[in-house]
């Protein structure tokens, strides 16, 4: 089991950024491929950016350029760092775990409880 807790969203200008954390507790961390998925009010969640286990990163290309993500082993900690937010950002963020990587929600087994992030224009 893995557990994953999200942290770091609120409300922010067009143009600003925001750092969103998510805490990992259960399995060997390193092991697993992260990912972050994000889901606005009537839409279906989408790929947002994921870190293969091999360190690899992958970004969808409505983020790419703005956002970064990373890891912190030794915290068991993936960050997602985004800058230059635009109101089309706006949405739940979530966290998600999986021992093989993937751009498919469906495929992680792991999530966590979803973090708002809100641009404002």
């Known amino acids: 089991q893995v557990q994953l807790v999200e942290s770091g969203g609120g409300l922010v200008q067009a143009g600003g950024s925001l750092r969103l954390s998510c805490a990992a507790s259960g399995r060997t961390f390193s092991n697993y491929a992260m990912g972050w998925f994000r889901q606005a009010p009537g839409k279906e969640r989408e790929f947002v950016a994921a870190r293969w286990s091999g360190g690899s990163t992958y970004y969808a290309d409505s983020v790419k350029g703005r956002f970064t993500i990373s890891t912190d082993t030794a915290k068991n900690t993936v960050y997602l760092q985004m800058n230059s937010l635009k109101p089309e950002d706006t949405a739940v963020y979530l966290c998600?775990?999986?021992?093989?990587?993937?751009?498919?929600?469906?495929?992680?087994?792991?999530w966590g409880q979803g973090t708002q992030v809100t641009v404002s224009s």
């Open positions: 998600a775990a999986n021992p093989l990587g993937s751009y498919y929600s469906t495929n992680y087994n792991y």
